[in-house]
């Protein structure tokens, strides 16, 4: 059996088994990419206790932002590492997520077991807000 024979076994094989991990496993896919650590960050702030900043709620309001579009961003955002504080006490992850058509930014203070929304803002549009 050639180098060639055995390569194109080999990847179809390769092929037929993920194709079986992804069937199988289709409704916990999540559980594949969980250790990667935006996944970490984002599975911390969803099992914690949320609170709201003062100044957040401020700033989601003249936003035009509520709590729904808070758990969205906990759930599908994007983790910013190189916006957050990973090595503060509590430690503070920018998230971004597109609403609609505008991106909108959240930095959340993350502390065992709490969740503190701190800031809130629409890093490429201008929002003229008095909070």
Known sequence: MNFARRLRAYTIGLTLGVLLVVAMFKERLSVL?????????????????????????????????DTSHVSETMREGKVRFSLS???T???????????????????????????????????IAEVACGC
């Open 85 to 87: 504080e990973t090595h």
């Open 33 to 65: 990419t969980a250790w990667l650590p935006e996944n970490r960050v984002l599975q911390e702030l969803n099992s914690s206790d949320l609170t709201y900043s003062p100044a957040a709620l401020c700033e989601l309001k003249c936003l035009g932002l």
């Open 89 to 123: 006490k509590p430690r503070v992850y920018a998230i971004d997520q597109r609403i609609g058509e505008r991106l909108v930014r959240m930095h959340f203070a993350l502390s065992e077991p709490n969740a503190t929304l701190i800031h809130a803002e629409a890093p």
